[in-house]
């Protein structure tokens, strides 16, 4: 008698017909198709003799070999139990032992306002697809009892936290110059973190830009996609990109999409590619009320499904790759977990501030919403293999007429929508 295991690196994410198989050593994912999956879940629970009663002995003879020889299991004469990989220890260590709070990206809205006036932006019957890349105004309340200064004495808070990097965004920073160099100079002093700030290309001031040399500053001009009536000159962004090379600041893009045209989209990258940005980021701007075919700027078909290494599988399968380590300050001094998700953790001015979030643990709603609790998702055995912004995903939640424009794969019929399905599977049948 002969069983056939799968290795233990091997990850099997079983859906409602078809499966995924996640070779974490080699990196590799592989989607199987509807008949692929039954197959293999033959060649799991029979024997090798049973399998060939079932399917012959060429077919089995074949499958086999792909399996042996492509690393996915190994063959035993008795029928055992095979550990699966994994990272962490068996049981929760959860009141044993608690990693020290950290901070991979605070974003800080000094001001929502900005002298562009962008008619796409701030706007309630817009859906902002990776919305953090940009300057882009947040959708936070706008009530506020208390000024800049004030915000900026609560960044006090945060002294005592590891943060990696500080973003400064949500309107134009460069109004509030003054504010934004006291920001910068306070953080500076309790903190060593990189700091981010978006910006049009208009808005560059070469002796502002003298005042930012001692502090490790990146620049992040927005660029406009021609639809949006705000599209800027080559001159514009030349001018910014020289002044920044000029004084050795580091700079980056985000572009603005805010229609489908794909050729707008491929000619504005072409434009960016020319210059030596350290890297070029995308925000769409989707329309409640348009009908687009798909977002432009992520993949939405059959090749979001990515190959990934076993630290990614075990991250995703406990963490959000899009929000954990991911906090935001709104000018009004709300705490939220995106820039973009209008949910309240707490506020700074609040008795406890940011430290009534951290004891009460009221960011891990977020921090650690999985595609596996995520609705959607939660049944896809893709879901570990790919990445989503969740301000989309809670408007998807909402209302899954929106679904279409992030991922075209239905669960439930297990089947790419208008897709043809690919004839290269892991073997041909």
Same mark, same amino acid.
């Given at each position: 008698m002969g069983y056939f295991k799968l290795y233990p690196d091997v990850k099997y994410s079983k859906g409602k017909l078809r499966s995924t198989l996640y070779l974490l050593g080699h990196g590799r994912t592989i989607h199987l198709t509807k008949t692929e999956t039954e197959i293999l879940e033959v060649f799991l629970t029979k024997s090798i003799e049973e399998v060939q009663e079932k399917l012959g002995e060429q077919q089995t003879k074949e499958i086999l070999n792909y399996l042996l020889l492509n690393s996915i299991g190994i063959l035993y004469k008795n029928n055992v139990y095979v550990e699966g990989y994994s990272q962490n220890a068996n049981f929760n260590?959860? @009141?044993? *032992? =608690? /990693? /020290?709070? =950290?901070?991979d990206n605070l974003y800080i809205q000094l001001t929502n306002q900005c002298s562009m006036?962008? @008619?796409f932006c701030g706007k309630e019957d817009r859906i902002e697809f990776q919305g953090c890349n940009s300057c882009a105004v947040? $959708?936070?309340? $706008?009530?506020?009892?208390? $000024?800049?200064?004030?915000?900026?004495? @609560?960044?006090?808070? *945060?002294? $005592? *936290?590891?943060?990696k990097n500080i973003i400064f965004s949500g309107g134009n920073p460069f109004q509030e110059w003054n504010h934004l160099l006291s920001a910068i100079e306070r953080i500076h002093k309790f903190n060593g973190s990189n700091i981010f700030i978006h910006c049009p290309p208009t808005t560059i001031d070469e002796k502002k830009l003298e005042s930012l040399l001692k502090y490790n500053i990146t620049l992040i001009f927005n660029v406009f996609d021609s639809n949006s009536g705000k599209e800027e000159s080559n001159e514009a962004l030349q001018k910014a990109v020289s002044i920044s090379e000029k004084y050795n600041i580091n700079y980056q893009f985000n572009l603005f999409i805010t229609s489908p045209d794909v050729k707008d989209y491929e000619s504005k990258l072409d434009l960016m590619n020319k210059f030596n940005a350290s890297k070029i980021h995308n925000t769409e701007m989707i329309n409640y009320g348009q009908k687009l075919p798909k977002l432009i700027s992520s993949i939405t078909g059959q090749d979001r499904v990515e190959d990934i290494s076993h630290f990614e599988y075990f991250y995703r399968d406990n963490f959000n790759s899009c929000l954990n380590k991911k906090l935001a300050i709104a000018f009004n001094g709300d705490i939220l977990p995106c820039p973009f998700i209008n949910k309240k953790l707490g506020n700074i001015y609040d008795d406890e501030g940011i430290n009534g979030v951290v004891k009460n643990n009221l960011h891990k709603e977020y921090w650690e919403r999985t595609k596996s609790s995520a609705s959607l998702c939660a049944n896809c055995e893709n879901r570990y293999g790919c990445i989503d912004c969740v301000n989309l995903e809670l408007k998807i939640e909402e209302n899954e007429d929106l679904k279409e424009y992030m991922c075209t794969y239905d669960p439930e019929l297990s089947r790419w929508i208008n897709e043809k399905e690919r004839s290269d599977f892991a073997w041909n049948l």
């Open positions: 260590l959860s @009141g044993y *032992f =608690e /990693p /020290p709070f =950290e901070i006036n962008c @008619g947040w $959708n936070a309340n $706008n009530s506020n009892d208390h $000024n800049i200064t004030d915000l900026i004495d @609560g960044l006090d808070q *945060f002294s $005592n *936290f590891k943060i």
